[in-house]
């Protein structure tokens, strides 16, 4: 497709249940980028991809957390027994490099 | 020190004014350098580059100073419509990745 696209747009699931968020990428974006933000807040860095690798990952909030990427374009966020604190929108965005980011829409994630 | 600094704000300013945005990178390695906006609600979309020359849009102007380590963001002519959340970017500096600002929210009042 011609932009980043994110899966699904909206999420509601029950604390303690397993998500997992996919992220499209721009074909040939080579950096993948997965963010969240909770509503007011500024965007809070989760991880970056370069390729299939994962030279940053420092954002990531606690080990209920964790990313892949594979064939160096689809991307998988899961977060494993979700809590309500969980709860915001997660955001991916690619980019070549040296080149600005775009991103997807974001999937709206909400634990209740 | 953050990788990228901001002053969130909010800046309110009236229709019409000329508001300016700073911000500062720590990596002096960094190649890349970008203005995104936010609307509510919405993800960030590239506004403009910013190219070591300095370059305008309309009523934006963007600026490098590579020596300090900032860039700088000018609106003039203020319109109700650039009332949005202003996001420094930066790319190529820790990991050659790219990094955000938590951005400086700016609203237009009539």
């Known amino acids: 497709g011609a932009g980043v696209s994110q899966s699904p747009s909206n999420k509601v699931t029950e604390k303690g249940k397993d998500v997992e968020l996919r992220c499209d990428p721009i074909?040939?974006?080579?950096?993948l980028y997965w963010y969240r933000q909770s509503l007011g807040q500024g965007l809070e860095f989760l991880i970056y991809f370069q390729g299939n690798s994962a030279p940053d990952k420092s954002g990531l909030p606690s080990d209920r957390f964790s990313a892949e990427r594979t064939g160096g374009s689809v991307s998988t966020l899961t977060i494993q027994r979700t809590q309500q604190e969980d709860s915001a929108v997660y955001l991916c965005?690619?980019?070549?490099?040296?080149?600005?980011?775009?991103f997807g829409q974001g999937t709206r994630l909400t634990v209740v | 020190r953050k990788e990228v600094e901001q002053d969130p704000g909010p800046f309110n300013v009236p229709e019409g004014a000329t508001v300016a945005f700073n911000c500062t990178y720590s990596n002096s390695a960094s190649q890349s350098f970008f203005w995104y906006r936010q609307d509510c609600r919405k993800e960030p979309k590239l506004l403009m580059s910013v190219y070591s020359s300095g370059n305008e849009d309309g009523r934006f102007t963007a600026q490098l100073n590579r020596a300090s380590q900032y860039i700088s963001l000018l609106i003039r002519d203020s319109k109700l419509s650039d009332s949005a959340t202003y996001l420094c970017?930066?790319?190529?500096?820790?990991?050659?990745?790219?990094?955000f600002g938590i951005g400086t929210k700016l609203q237009v009042i009539p």
């Open positions: 074909s040939g974006h080579t950096a």
């Open positions: 970017v930066v790319n190529g500096g820790g990991y050659q990745k790219v990094t």
């Open positions: 965005a690619s980019s070549q490099r040296r080149s600005e980011a775009f």
